[in-house]
């Protein structure tokens, strides 16, 4: 199996389209069509994903499903184009905290839930490493379109795409035009006058936006969160770097946010930082200091976890020394719980950083010691 290429989106085996639809669902197959006619080459998204109010339900049902072929089945007939997954489950409904749908988006409470939605399923769409996603700005109320581009500014990945689907403002919302088709179709204005429809022009713009994924913590890309939480944990890559450990009860926050590591996982980090208040050098595996590299280590595990239980497995462990495979295991493990709990960008600051060459190479903290807070 070919593996796929973030540069070219239609190397992905699921290909996504989620748009944002109220009363102008049309937006949907004109960009499957700008996708499959206009694009080199074709992308044709195998499932289409569409978010609306209840309001707009029956509008996005029309394209979808109806009494008789919807507009989406009509443009997959007509270009001959394989049919994306595209049922009443993919129709998403904007809810409010108690699961009821929306009428609409209207007040300050209806666009908390709205941001909140869009930010889910996005969430959920962008999980899969082997999706590709393509988020429609066109459609949909204003601050809809704007919570779909910055959830996927926040969890988009290289391979996904931010689309604008660009018609003359004349055939805006008519209820016969969807898309161009490949013959000659008069459609006729409420007015009198007509257009044939095979000749309007579609076009299909790319929105660059900037990746801000690898900020975020694993827990929130795996799982479900809300906007302002998301943005929350965005922006932390850029507050101040601070640290707090409690070595009564045995916690550490970094930024803020509570990182949980195991017993011996927690002591390790806890030597370091404390070799950095102390203003102590970065640490190869072999340094000769006294007391020994073991035994710093050691006083540190029962300052924070006392002298009995785990201690004397730990102490048998390290009784001829730290040795390298224990040094990088404790070092790689750190790294492991930090990044997952605040992100890869977030939890560099909070990293042991190499210093000097190999063999050499020694590890410590970068952070400024008034960064510390050791209580």
Same mark, same amino acid.
């Given at each position: ?8 989106p ?48 029956p ?6 499903c ?7 089945a009509?443009l ?35 666009n ?8 889910r ?5 962008? &999980? ?34 931010l ?9 805006f ?9 490949p ?9 009198g ?29 795996q ?10 944990? &965005?922006?932390?890559r ?31 980090y ?30 540190v ?12 497995q730990?102490?048998?462990a ?7 495979a ?9 790294? %492991?719980?930090?990044r ?17 060459? %190999? ?5 410590g903290?970068?952070?400024a ?7």
């Open positions: 199996m070919t593996t796929p290429d973030p540069t070219q239609h190397t992905y085996p699921r290909r996504i389209l989620l748009a944002v639809a109220a009363n102008s669902p049309q937006i949907v197959t004109e960009t499957v069509y700008a996708l499959t006619q206009h694009t080199t080459p074709a992308c044709m998204p195998t499932e289409v994903h569409i978010i609306t109010t209840r309001q707009g339900e509008f996005v049902r029309q394209l979808v109806g009494t008789q072929p919807g507009w989406l009509k997959c007939a007509d270009y001959a184009l394989p049919a994306p997954a595209c049922d009443p489950s993919h129709i998403h409904l904007i809810t409010d905290a108690a699961g009821q749908a929306l009428d609409d988006i209207r007040t300050h409470r209806d908390t839930h709205a941001a909140d939605c869009i930010t399923i996005v969430q959920q769409l962008t &999980a899969d490493p082997h999706s590709q996603l393509t988020v429609s700005l066109s459609g949909g109320r204003r601050t809809m379109t704007f919570y779909a581009g910055y959830a996927l500014s926040l969890l988009g990945r290289a391979q996904d795409r689309t604008h689907v660009l018609v003359d403002e004349e055939y919302f008519h209820h016969e035009f969807f898309y161009p088709p013959r000659s179709v008069w459609v006729v204005r409420d007015d006058s007509g257009f044939d429809a095979s000749k309007v022009e579609v076009t299909l713009a790319d929105i660059p936006f900037v990746r801000l994924r690898e900020g975020l913590p694993q827990d929130l890309l799982g479900s969160s809300s906007f302002s939480a998301t943005i929350a944990a &965005a922006q932390r850029f507050d101040p770097a601070q640290v707090r450990l409690d070595w009564q009860r045995a916690s550490l926050t970094c930024g803020g946010i509570p990182v949980s590591m195991p017993p011996v996982q927690l002591a390790f806890a030597w370091m930082l404390q070799r950095r208040a102390n203003d102590l050098p970065p640490i190869h595996w072999t340094s000769t200091e006294t007391p020994d590299l073991a035994s710093q280590f050691l006083t595990y029962a300052r924070l976890h006392g002298q009995t239980g785990s201690y004397e730990v102490a048998l390290l009784r001829d020394g730290i040795t390298k224990w040094f990088d295991e404790r070092k790689s493990n750190t790294h %492991k719980a930090l997952a709990a605040l992100g890869h960008a977030a939890a560099e600051v909070y990293l042991l950083h190499p210093h000097g060459k %190999k063999p050499r190479t020694c590890f903290l970068t952070l010691v008034s960064a510390l807070e050791l209580v």
